[in-house]
């Protein structure tokens, strides 16, 4: 891959022009939570050669660079675009583009009282099994994870078949509606064992700004064709908006092995 980054074309001399291709990360590129396979970046590799590529995740640059990258190689330098929480913090070309945060959209007051709410909430919640980090503070949102982020991999697919059955999360979203609906937060449940909540507007539409925004950069493209790529389109999920929005081409996986079949179907790779 190392070898392969150093001849990729520029954004503006790719073969099929004006296009990108977004992908979500967890159930898309990599199993949840779990490391890229070798194959997946190769045909990621080879897709750059025609169209430029990127990322768009509500996990911070750290969970993405250990799912994406390698000890060696940098996440930032294995796409042309990288949108860690859901663009919040963003990279193009490796170098890091504008940012913003959610402590400073909501107040500390108003983050105080939707924390306590929360742990007062999961301390009270009956479930097989708590573990811990039941709220991740992150830079453009909020994850909260009724197990705790801390699960192993055997109680999380526990926990994803146990929610399912008892809508622990969807019902925890709905009361969370209920209390705060004056603060202008969204909810979106994604992944096995959480949520995310963050400001209207900041889901992963978010990072098109930045993609509308690269035709005003030097040497920058207009992307008039977004494909998106992603496993919870549905209603609810956190993929849903961004795959509906109007200016994206959406396209729903169940896996990144699906993922991969489709691009060799879209792009002949």
Same mark, same amino acid.
């Given at each position: 891959?190392? %070898?392969?980054?150093?001849?990729?074309?520029?954004?503006?001399?790719?073969?099929?022009? #004006?296009?990108?291709?977004?992908? @979500?990360?967890?159930?898309?590129?990599?199993?949840?939570?779990?490391?890229?396979?070798?194959?997946?970046?190769?045909?990621?590799?080879?897709?750059?050669?025609?169209?430029?590529?990127?990322?768009?995740?509500?996990? $911070?640059?750290?969970?993405?660079?250990?799912?994406? /990258?390698? %000890?060696?190689?940098?996440?930032?330098?294995?796409?042309?675009?990288?949108?860690?929480?859901?663009?919040?913090?963003?990279?193009?070309?490796?170098?890091?583009?504008? =940012?913003?945060?959610?402590?400073?959209?909501?107040?500390?007051? &108003?983050?105080?009282?939707? +924390?306590?709410?929360?742990?007062? !909430? +999961? %301390?009270?919640? @009956? *479930?097989? +099994?708590?573990?811990?980090?039941?709220?991740?503070?992150?830079? /453009?949102?909020? #994850?909260? =994870?009724?197990?705790?982020? &801390?699960?192993?991999?055997?109680?999380?697919?526990? !926990?994803?078949?146990? $929610?399912?059955?008892?809508?622990?999360?969807?019902?925890?979203?709905?009361?969370?509606?209920?209390?705060?609906? @004056?603060?202008?937060?969204?909810?979106?449940?994604?992944?096995? *064992?959480?949520?995310?909540?963050?400001?209207?507007?900041?889901?992963?539409? !978010?990072?098109?700004?930045? +993609?509308? &925004?690269?035709? #005003?950069?030097? /040497?920058?493209?207009?992307?008039?064709?977004?494909?998106?790529?992603?496993?919870?389109?549905?209603?609810?999920? &956190? $993929?849903?908006?961004?795959?509906?929005? =109007?200016?994206?081409?959406?396209?729903?996986?169940?896996?990144?092995?699906?993922?991969?079949?489709?691009?060799?179907?879209?792009? /002949?790779?």
């Amino acid at each position: 891959m190392a %070898a392969a980054a150093s001849i990729i074309p520029p954004l503006a001399e790719r073969p099929i022009k #004006n296009t990108i291709c977004l992908f @979500d990360v967890d159930g898309t590129l990599t199993p949840a939570r779990r490391p890229v396979s070798p194959q997946m970046l190769q045909l990621l590799s080879a897709l750059r050669h025609k169209v430029a590529i990127g990322f768009v995740g509500g996990s $911070d640059l750290a969970k993405q660079q250990e799912q994406l /990258g390698t %000890a060696e190689i940098p996440v930032t330098t294995l796409f042309d675009f990288c949108f860690a929480e859901n663009g919040l913090t963003a990279y193009r070309m490796g170098q890091p583009l504008a =940012s913003h945060s959610f402590i400073k959209w909501i107040g500390e007051d &108003n983050y105080k009282k939707l +924390v306590r709410f929360i742990l007062h !909430y +999961v %301390a009270d919640l @009956d *479930i097989p +099994v708590k573990r811990g980090t039941f709220v991740e503070f992150r830079n /453009g949102m909020i #994850n909260v =994870s009724p197990i705790g982020r &801390n699960a192993s991999i055997q109680e999380r697919l526990d !926990y994803e078949k146990f $929610d399912l059955a008892n809508n622990i999360r969807t019902t925890f979203v709905e009361t969370l509606k209920k209390e705060f609906g @004056d603060l202008g937060l969204t909810y979106s449940i994604g992944g096995q *064992i959480s949520f995310d909540i963050f400001p209207k507007g900041w889901d992963k539409r !978010y990072c098109l700004q930045h +993609v509308e &925004n690269e035709k #005003n950069l030097p /040497g920058g493209v207009e992307y008039t064709t977004i494909h998106f790529f992603g496993d919870k389109t549905f209603k609810g999920g &956190n $993929d849903n908006e961004i795959f509906e929005d =109007s200016r994206t081409i959406g396209h729903t996986v169940q896996n990144p092995e699906e993922t991969m079949v489709q691009l060799k179907e879209l792009f /002949g790779i």
